[in-house]
C-alpha cells in the first residue's frame, strides 16, 4: 500500500500562483556543469560534474528503473517505473556502477536546493527547467503525487526530506513511498580502465541541431564544442525573439 507524503510543519502552502509552469527558469547549467562520457557507445553525456558543489550527477534522474530495485506500479500492471522507495535506493547505489565507478549515493538536501535553485535556475518550487538530465519529473501518469518527489539523503527519525517538483517543495517521507532516487557521486567522476571518452565537454566536439520552431528553418552543426551555446552565434537565422532550441543529436569523435 502506497503512502502519501507527509507534510513538514515548517513547509507553508504555495499560493496558487506559484503553481503555474509558465515561467521558464534560467539557472547557469550550461557553464557550471561538465559532461563525462561514461559510454563511449552511446551520443551524449551520462553524468554532468557540478563545478559549484564538487559532486557528480548522474544524467539519468530515473535509471533505478533499469535495476532490481525499481518501484513496480500497481497501476500500470506491476511494471517497472523510475522511481524506488528509500531503502531500496540506498541498496541500489551501494552497488551500482556507472562507468566502472561505484560509490554513488543520494544527493543532501543542500546539494540538491543547489542543483534546483541555482544550477537550473528555478524560482518557485515547480519544475520548469531539466538542462541536460534525463527523465527528472517524467514519470507522472496519474496526476497525483506519485512520481513528482526527489528523495534526499537526509533523515528524520522515521521520515526523509524529499522535494516536491509539483510546487510543493521541501517535504518529508515514509520510507515506503516511491520517489526518484538521483544518483551523485563525490568528486569528478572518471571512468575506470578500459572506459574510453572524454570527461569535459570542452574537449569533445558535438554534432547538434538549431531549430526555431519555424518550417525550414532548422540547421545541423558539427563539431560544436558546447552544447549549450546560442546558434545564433554560429550563423543561425532567427528572427528576434524567436526561441531557439539545440538538441545533441550525436557525437563526433
Same mark, same amino acid.
Given at each position: 500500500? !502506497?503512502?502519501? *507524503?507527509?507534510?513538514?510543519?515548517?513547509?507553508?502552502?504555495?499560493?496558487?500562483?506559484?503553481? &503555474?509552469?509558465?515561467?521558464?527558469?534560467? /539557472?547557469?547549467?550550461?557553464?557550471?556543469?561538465?559532461? !563525462?562520457?561514461?559510454?563511449?557507445? @552511446?551520443? /551524449?553525456?551520462?553524468?554532468?560534474?557540478?563545478?559549484?558543489?564538487?559532486?557528480?550527477?548522474?544524467?539519468?534522474?530515473?535509471?533505478?528503473?533499469? &535495476?532490481?530495485?525499481?518501484? $513496480?506500479?500497481? $497501476?500500470?500492471?506491476?511494471?517497472?517505473?523510475?522511481?524506488?522507495?528509500?531503502?531500496?535506493?540506498?541498496?541500489?547505489?551501494?552497488?551500482?556502477?556507472?562507468?566502472?565507478?561505484?560509490?554513488?549515493?543520494?544527493?543532501? $538536501?543542500?546539494?540538491?536546493?543547489?542543483?534546483?535553485?541555482?544550477?537550473? /535556475? *528555478?524560482?518557485?518550487?515547480?519544475?520548469?527547467?531539466?538542462?541536460?538530465?534525463?527523465?527528472?519529473?517524467?514519470? $507522472?501518469?496519474?496526476?497525483?503525487?506519485? /512520481?513528482?518527489?526527489?528523495?534526499?539523503?537526509?533523515?528524520?527519525?522515521?521520515?526523509? %526530506?524529499?522535494?516536491?517538483?509539483?510546487?510543493?517543495?521541501?517535504?518529508?517521507?515514509?520510507?515506503?513511498?516511491?520517489? !526518484?532516487?538521483?544518483?551523485? *557521486?563525490?568528486?569528478?567522476? =572518471?571512468?575506470?580502465?578500459?572506459?574510453?571518452? @572524454?570527461?569535459?565537454?570542452?574537449?569533445?566536439?558535438?554534432?547538434?541541431?538549431?531549430?526555431?520552431?519555424?518550417?525550414?528553418? %532548422?540547421?545541423?552543426? @558539427?563539431?560544436?564544442? @558546447?552544447?549549450?551555446?546560442?546558434?545564433?552565434?554560429?550563423?543561425?537565422?532567427?528572427?528576434?525573439?524567436?526561441?531557439?532550441?539545440? %538538441?545533441?543529436?550525436?557525437? =563526433?569523435?
Amino acid at each position: 500500500m !502506497i503512502r502519501r *507524503h507527509l507534510l513538514a510543519a515548517a513547509c507553508a502552502l504555495l499560493p496558487l500562483s506559484l503553481l &503555474s509552469t509558465g515561467a521558464h527558469a534560467s /539557472g547557469d547549467w550550461s557553464t557550471t556543469l561538465e559532461g !563525462i562520457d561514461l559510454d563511449p557507445g @552511446k551520443p /551524449g553525456f551520462e553524468a554532468y560534474y557540478d563545478t559549484r558543489l564538487g559532486i557528480t550527477w548522474l544524467t539519468d534522474t530515473g535509471a533505478v528503473q533499469r &535495476s532490481a530495485y525499481a518501484w $513496480r506500479d500497481d $497501476r500500470a500492471n506491476y511494471a517497472k517505473a523510475p522511481l524506488t522507495q528509500f531503502d531500496s535506493a540506498n541498496a541500489w547505489l551501494a552497488e551500482a556502477t556507472f562507468g566502472g565507478v561505484g560509490g554513488w549515493r543520494l544527493p543532501s $538536501r543542500a546539494e540538491f536546493s543547489s542543483m534546483f535553485f541555482q544550477t537550473l /535556475g *528555478h524560482t518557485s518550487n515547480v519544475l520548469s527547467e531539466r538542462g541536460p538530465f534525463q527523465n527528472l519529473g517524467a514519470y $507522472r501518469p496519474y496526476g497525483d503525487w506519485i /512520481g513528482a518527489y526527489v528523495w534526499t539523503s537526509e533523515t528524520w527519525g522515521s521520515v526523509i %526530506t524529499t522535494f516536491g517538483l509539483d510546487g510543493t517543495g521541501w517535504n518529508t517521507a515514509l520510507s515506503d513511498n516511491p520517489n !526518484i532516487a538521483w544518483p551523485v *557521486h563525490d568528486g569528478r567522476v =572518471v571512468p575506470t580502465t578500459g572506459v574510453a571518452g @572524454k570527461a569535459d565537454w570542452a574537449a569533445t566536439p558535438y554534432q547538434v541541431s538549431c531549430t526555431n520552431g519555424r518550417t525550414g528553418q %532548422t540547421v545541423t552543426l @558539427k563539431k560544436v564544442k @558546447k552544447p549549450a551555446f546560442d546558434c545564433r552565434d554560429s550563423g543561425f537565422s532567427a528572427a528576434s525573439g524567436d526561441a531557439v532550441t539545440v %538538441t545533441i543529436t550525436g557525437t =563526433v569523435r
